[in-house]
């Protein structure tokens, strides 16, 4: 065998690790399965929806493929298959692409997902032909594909800790496209929490995975390449191919990414002239957090997503519109040229930087002016002056700066 085929079966295996639905427990009725996205109550979907519904913005869904399911009649778009192989866009594989596509842009139909942006619309990008597994070929072509298209964000609810160039090359074309790209960072949090990719690509947000009290989920993995974090846990999710039944599971960091898309997605539609690094920027300062923005924590990066801050008040400063918020560096396309592989992440698989964040009594109130209520949002951190200068240098860190 040789190196590369080696190098490519191991992210095939491991892609398939993180991006599944982490943990399938039995079938969820369709009665329950609404009920059991606790998230849209915690974030006030349904007064979100009265000033914005994603209407006008593609997400461009890079997964095992995309089912015609009730919940997503009148939402897809034509896609493509990038895999050569017998199939097409709207073959879904296992049912994770298409629960991603719900969990942004599902109508709910017949008791099924409702997306947080259900008037967004998906195109539907087949990059695998095994499941969850994303070759090298595949993964950058459907990438590009999606940064030639009418997409305005670009989910990619998978990784794996193998980098390669074709990928790096096609999130570079992507981003240079004005593109808005969220990535897992991966479900091994708690195991060898290997830096993954494409999350760890410069120019890719990366998003960890929250629970219902604001607590980083054991699973999600941390390192200086968190960038936000969005929920999971208990989450419905189709259980296979059949796109007939959902599972409850607890959702995993890909969850988490479509849910940080779809928000993204209702920013945008709300301010259409905005930039991807705008919409990036007011996540960012609208992100739920109890330490400073500058100390970005290794598990939550800036914090939580809250779009009702800008949604239903208003708040946060897209700033300038070609300036990557987390790098500073501008956004303008420059000329190809050749990169070597990144560096180990200082912060993989050690205790530098800030602890666990964890839920913080005193800020009980902290919610009810923003639009967002539930526990969820009160979050706080373990320790004081547990964001130490570590934590600094490695947010000087991220995405090269």
């Known amino acids: 065998m040789t190196a590369a085929k080696a190098r490519v079966g191991a992210l095939v295996a491991s892609t398939a690790l993180t991006a599944a639905l982490v943990g399938h427990g039995s079938p969820a009725n369709a009665a329950d399965v609404q009920s059991q996205q606790w998230y849209l109550n915690s974030m006030n979907a349904e007064g979100l929806w009265k000033v914005s519904t994603g209407r006008g913005i593609t997400v461009a869904v890079v997964d095992s493929g995309v089912g015609k399911t009730p919940g997503l ?16 866009p709207n073959d879904d594989f296992n049912g ?7 969990l942004i842009a599902g109508s709910g139909e017949g008791g099924g997902i409702r997306g947080l942006a259900p008037d967004a619309k998906i195109l539907p990008l087949r990059k695998s032909a095994k499941g969850y597994g994303a070759d090298s070929g595949d993964s950058h072509k ?3 594909v999606a940064a030639d298209s009418e997409a305005r964000i670009i989910n990619l609810s998978f990784g794996g800790p193998e980098w390669y160039q074709s990928l790096e090359d096609s999130i570079r074309y992507a981003i240079s496209k004005g593109k808005l790209v969220f990535a897992a960072v991966g479900n091994s949090g708690d195991g060898e929490n290997k830096k993954e990719y494409p999350a760890g690509l410069h120019g890719v947000v990366g998003v960890g995975a929250s629970d219902k009290d604001g607590k980083v989920e054991k699973y999600s993995q941390h390192g200086n390449y968190i960038d936000l974090a969005a929920p999971s846990g208990q989450l419905p999710g189709y259980c296979d191919k059949s796109l007939t039944k959902y599972c409850t599971s607890s959702g995993g960091t890909s969850s988490a990414t479509a849910i940080t898309s779809a928000a993204a997605a209702l920013i945008w539609s709300k301010h259409p002239d905005w930039t991807a690094n705008q919409v990036l920027r007011v996540l960012i300062d609208t992100a739920g957090r109890d330490w400073p923005k500058d100390n970005p924590s ?5 914090g939580l997503i809250r779009p009702a801050r800008n949604i239903l008040k208003n708040q946060g400063n897209p700033g300038p519109a070609n300036i990557d918020p ?6 303008i396309a420059e000329p190809s040229k050749p990169v070597g592989s990144p560096e180990p992440s200082a912060a993989e698989g050690s205790s530098e930087g800030s602890a666990k964040p964890s839920v913080n009594p005193e800020a009980a109130n902290a919610s009810s ?5 539930g526990k ?16 600094a240098v490695v947010a000087r860190q991220r995405r090269g700066v």
């Not at 290794?298 to 800036?302: E, V």
């Not at 987390?326 to 956004?331: A, C, D, E, F, Q």
């Not at 002016?369 to 209520?373: A, L, V, W």
Request: proline share 2%; glycine share 20%; charged share 10%.
């Open 142 to 144: 459907a990438i590009r």
């Open 96 to 102: 994770h692409g298409t629960t991603m596509a719900e």
């Open 73 to 88: 009649q009148g939402k897809l778009l034509a896609g493509e298959d990038v895999t050569g192989t017998p199939g097409g």
């Open 369 to 373: 002016s923003s639009g967002d209520s």
């Open 298 to 302: 290794i598990y939550l990066g800036y």
């Open 326 to 331: 987390i790098s500073g560096k501008s956004t």
């Open 376 to 391: 969820y949002w009160l979050i706080g951190i373990a320790a004081a002056g547990v964001l130490a200068l570590g934590v």
